[in-house]
């Protein structure tokens, strides 16, 4: 079903494409069809801010622009997606960090355990000159970034045990998004993990596939893991943004002025998608709590400790690493 529908998808935008003229200029009279995948649900924060985003643009157009969104993998994994935005089958998503890493090499830092400290460390980072040094490799593939989104400070959940030190993690078996530090972190706590897809992770839970999952709050809550997972280990071990990227196929068929309300409501929408992040995840983890889930808050040092071994794996392969690292760390 999903490839009948990025097919269908492919046709749809090739016919669009024709039909709005696509030579980058346009006309008064022209109209643009946007179509945006992405991975969660539709009560997840990331699709409420896009539905926001996408009236924002049709207002702010007078109607020219329609942007049709494609939630909880529909038209296929993360990594499918991003191949269709690559080729220009697909106009945008919403990238998560694993799979921009495949593209821009020092993004791949991002994924470091306990690199930020807090929300606001992660914003210095990300709104600066070191945010656009993560995004070199992107233009080559194709590809361009209007903003960055969220998705947040991770946590652990499992069905097995509260985790309260590192060796809580031993033997049990993660799912974890395509990201190789990802699953180096958990290799380094002695637990097992593997990628699999977001939108069939529910079920894996619930039928024992995986003890455990790793997500910020507002994916855990809305995805209703409490249902399928006893405990919360609130430890924000890690950061990964989830950005707006288009294919350049489409970026440069559009009009100045289109590709302009575009920027500014994606740089608008994804301030808000952050801050709608921060603002819920009490109620959030009051709500996981009500509904039966425990919630335990160990002490970050043993896990930080256990972890080092992932930054000199790292700093070993990539040259650059150790720098780019302290620089990240000195704007705590």
């Not at 409420?48 to 996408?54: D, G, K």
């Amino acid at each position: 079903m999903k490839k009948l529908i990025a097919l269908l998808l492919t046709l749809v935008m090739a016919f669009a494409l024709c039909a709005c003229g696509g030579n980058g200029s346009g006309s008064a009279s022209d109209t643009y069809t946007i179509n945006i995948g992405h991975s969660d649900t539709t009560q997840n924060l990331i699709h409420i801010s896009l539905e926001n985003f996408a009236k924002a643009v049709n207002e702010k157009t007078n109607g020219k622009v329609t942007i049709v969104i494609h939630p909880a993998e529909e038209l296929g994994s993360n990594k499918e997606m991003i191949e269709m935005v690559k080729m220009g089958n697909l106009d945008a998503m919403m990238l998560p960090s694993g799979q921009q890493a495949d593209f821009c090499p020092k993004f791949k830092a991002l994924s470091l355990p306990f690199l930020f400290s807090d929300y606001d460390h992660v914003y210095k980072v990300l709104d600066g000159e070191i945010g656009q040094e993560l995004l070199d490799g992107l233009e080559a593939n194709n590809l361009i970034q209007l903003a960055y989104w969220e998705n947040g400070l991770r946590q652990f959940t499992n069905s097995k045990r509260a985790i309260e030190k590192p060796e809580d993690l031993q033997g049990l078996k993660f799912r974890t998004p395509e990201d190789q530090l990802t699953m180096a972190i958990f290799a380094a706590y002695g637990a097992s993990a593997s990628p699999f897809a977001f939108s069939e992770l529910y079920l894996a839970l619930q039928q024992g596939t995986f003890d455990g999952q790793e997500n910020p709050v507002s994916n855990i809550y809305a995805n209703n893991f409490q249902d399928v997972q006893k405990y919360l280990t609130m430890v924000n071990y890690q950061y990964q943004p989830k950005d707006m990227i288009f294919s350049l196929t489409t970026w440069n068929k559009l009009p100045a002025d289109i590709q302009n309300v575009l920027l500014e409501c994606a740089k608008e929408y994804g301030a808000e998608h952050r801050k709608a992040i921060r603002d819920n995840e009490a109620t959030y983890l009051a709500e996981l709590e009500a509904a039966g889930m425990e919630v335990g808050y160990p002490d970050t040092q043993p896990f930080i400790d256990q972890a080092q071994s992932v930054y000199e794996d790292f700093y070993a392969q990539n040259d650059w690493a150790q720098d780019l690292v302290a620089r990240i760390t000195a704007l705590k």
